[in-house]
Nanobody, 115 residues
Framework: QVQLVESGGGLVQPGGSLRLSCAAS????????MAWYRQAPGKQRELVAS???????NYADSVKGRFTISRGNNVNTVYLQMNSLKPEDTAVYYC?????????WGQGTQVTVSS
């Protein structure tokens, strides 16, 4: 079983930046997609960004040009660099990996953008 642990959330002012990190247990290899989702109160969970094992990326229109998803030298780690944050970005952010027909989820980390 794969376990995911997120970190890096917190309170930040509009226009500020945060970097979220997610570390997966075990060895992740072959075809897989790691992603960040978010869920705000009263809203559906939505895809923010994803990255494949071949480093193909995908972003929600609302975050293009502001957020960057990447994998570190440790390929079991995924990052989300968030710049120019807006109050609308406030949500719980969840790390996800799709691998071997399964979805694995982290516990979520709160991001609050407020002055």
């Amino acid at each position: 079983q794969v376990q995911l642990v997120e970190s890096g959330g917190g309170l930040v002012q509009p226009g500020g930046s945060l970097r979220l990190s997610c570390a997966a247990s075990g060895s992740i290899f072959g075809l897989n997609v790691m992603a960040w989702y978010r869920q705000a109160p009263g809203k559906q969970r939505e895809l923010v960004a994803s990255i494949t094992n071949l480093r193909t990326t995908n972003y929600a229109d609302s975050v293009k040009g502001r957020f960057t998803i990447s994998r570190g030298n440790n390929v079991n780690t995924v990052y989300l660099q968030m710049n120019s944050l807006k109050p609308e970005d406030t949500a719980v952010y969840y790390c996800n990996i799709r691998w071997l027909r399964n979805d694995y989820w982290g516990q979520g980390t709160q991001v609050t953008v407020s002055s």
